[in-house]
């Protein structure tokens, strides 16, 4: 009877090496440490709480523990904080087909073919990245080319841009659309040759009539898009992720993978606006649930739009559209009302804004409110993207964090000069002068909208340069940071904007043994070769969750 017990212990810890200690050795680690500084050690012990029971030094002597695991020479870095994506977006983005890789109409009929077939249970095929340019069709696909893959569901597919739809005919019967149907004005139904038949794509406006038949996700396929996001995120070195935008439905499926745990990413959430905040967290954020799994931190708010689409709100008018300053998307009392209503209940808010007027709007905002609600608040701004220069040192004040996203500043940068001119840009994506002037920045990627991949993210934040190590010497390269700044953006300073500090985000005693283990170090490799870091381990909570092949 022991020897069984003993036998089946051992079984359970063998599978799970997160019940008993574990030493990690012979690894380059790296950390920053309670002092911000960096913090090199060679060895890591994890307890049965998977928490970093100890570090060790070059040269000290290991403890006896259950089991050891070989670093063999790796670097090994905290796991990664992303301080701002979309954890469902990523999920969602990762379930639908891709056909932006496809060559021609019967590569991509064949790709849909395949799909259809190997998701079966999908109510609706859903999918994007198509471009008829690009398959030298010299037209529109149509419904019955669809049909003739999949005709016994639903099929809807974005084109690569998403300002058209391609839908088969069993999708354009579930919207209702027939050859009565009346283009909307901004939109268009295409046709076939007759001029009225639905031809089976719709542009602009016109793909409304179609998305508003798609039905929502139902938590079957919630809980996949969950699956499917950790997924993406552990390999590419993520462990943990602030959710901007938490719906019920969202939070809903973190819990139930909490619940039977299957729960691997960090999750702090912030809530789709007031009526989420309260449907989710009731009088006040959640407790820290699931071993700091999970935990609703605050609100999320939009300021303003993108500067891409001329949205983001600016002090001046556009420079290439000078009778345009964008528009606040919450005006001054709701946001006024909507921060009291956060702060009363210690819900942290957080402040999507992009351009001049905007932010300056948050922060004075920020600052009337803050009077009145002492303690630690830590009042984040999501992008900080265009600051006017006399509103950088603002920044440094109540605690406020600027939530930024490195590869926004190489993804932007040409954008950003065409919208607002050559001397308009001193704060633009200012980090270095924010650090200088005492602000905090948290660093992520806004992903799905960029890749979350974190490394690309260090190589930017502290080149200002792209893949292509474009603009030659960074753009506005004064506001780099330096490597240590770029790895606590998006480790420990990334945990603080989440009131997560202590619980991980540095590899400290006490604190959760969360790691990656990669090839590359980033305090000392070249900006190339971080930006092509391979992950090769990515450990949550002291247990292994994702391995590359
Ligand atoms: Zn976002």
């Excluded at 179609?210 to 552990?234: F, G």
């Excluded at 789709?272 to 609703?296: C, H």
């Amino acid at each position: 009877m022991k020897l069984k017990l003993a036998a089946a212990l051992l079984a359970s810890a063998v599978a799970m090496p997160a019940q008993a200690d574990v030493l990690v050795d012979n690894v380059s680690g790296i950390t920053i440490d309670e002092n911000g500084e960096v913090k090199r050690f060679s060895a890591l012990v994890i307890d049965d709480d998977g928490k970093v029971a100890r570090l060790l030094e070059r040269g000290e002597e290991a403890p006896r523990t259950d089991y050891r695991e070989d670093g063999e020479g790796r670097v090994m870095l905290p796991g990664f904080i992303d301080a701002h994506g979309h954890v469902s977006g990523i999920g969602f983005g990762a379930l639908t087909l891709d056909l932006s890789g496809t060559n021609s109409l019967e590569e991509a009929l064949e790709a849909i073919r395949v799909f259809a077939e190997e998701n079966e249970a999908r109510p609706w095929i859903l999918g994007r990245g198509w471009n008829q340019e690009k398959w030298g069709l010299g037209r529109f696909p149509t419904a019955a080319e669809l049909d003739s893959v999949v005709s016994d569901r639903p099929v809807y597919l974005a084109r690569v841009d998403g300002h058209a739809g391609w839908a088969n005919s069993l999708a354009m019967k579930a919207a209702g659309v027939t050859e009565k149907s009346v283009s909307p004005s901004g939109g268009r139904i295409e046709t076939l040759a007759d001029g009225k038949t639905p031809s089976g794509v719709f542009v602009d406006a016109a793909e409304e009539l179609m998305t508003k038949a798609i039905p929502a996700p139902r938590p079957v396929e919630r809980d996949l898009a969950l699956a499917e996001a950790q997924k993406v995120l552990h390999a590419q070195g993520i462990t943990a992720m602030a959710d901007m935008g938490t719906t019920i439905e969202d939070w809903q499926a973190f819990r139930r993978a909490g619940d039977n745990g299957s729960l691997t990413l960090r999750i702090m959430a912030y809530a789709a606006g007031p009526e989420q905040m309260v449907l989710i967290g009731g009088s006040g954020p959640s407790p820290w649930l699931y071993d700091d799994k999970l935990r609703l931190n605050g609100i999320k708010l939009y300021l303003d739009g993108a500067l891409g689409s001329r949205g983001a709100w600016l002090k001046e008018p556009y420079a290439d559209d000078p009778h345009n300053t964008g528009l606040p998307l919450t005006p001054p009392a709701a946001l006024r009302n909507i921060l009291v209503r956060a702060a009363q209940g210690n819900f942290q808010p957080a402040v999507h804004a992009i351009g001049t007027a905007a932010n300056a709007e948050a922060l004075n905002a920020i600052s009337e409110i803050a009077e009145s609600f002492d303690g630690d608040r830590r009042w984040r701004i999501e992008h900080v993207q265009i600051v006017d220069p006399a509103d950088l040192p603002k920044l440094a004040e109540h605690g406020i964090i600027s939530s930024m996203q490195p590869v926004h500043q190489t993804s932007d940068m040409f954008m950003a000069e065409a919208r607002l001119g050559p001397d308009r840009l001193d704060g633009a994506y200012a980090w270095n002068t924010i650090l200088q002037l005492g602000g905090r920045l948290a660093f992520g990627s806004d992903a799905p909208v960029e890749s979350a991949n974190p490394f690309a993210g260090l190589a930017v934040a502290i080149t200002r340069a792209n893949a292509e190590g474009e603009p030659f010497g960074g753009w506005r390269p004064s506001e780099s940071v330096s490597r240590e700044q770029a790895l606590a953006g998006f480790t420990s300073e990334a945990a603080f904007a989440g009131f997560a500090e202590g619980r991980f985000g540095r590899l400290l005693p006490g604190e959760r043994a969360d790691f990656v283990l990669v090839d590359v170090d980033p305090l000392v490799d070249t900006p190339d070769q971080i930006r092509n870091t391979t992950v090769l381990e990515t450990w949550v909570g002291g247990r292994k969750v994702y391995e590359a092949d």
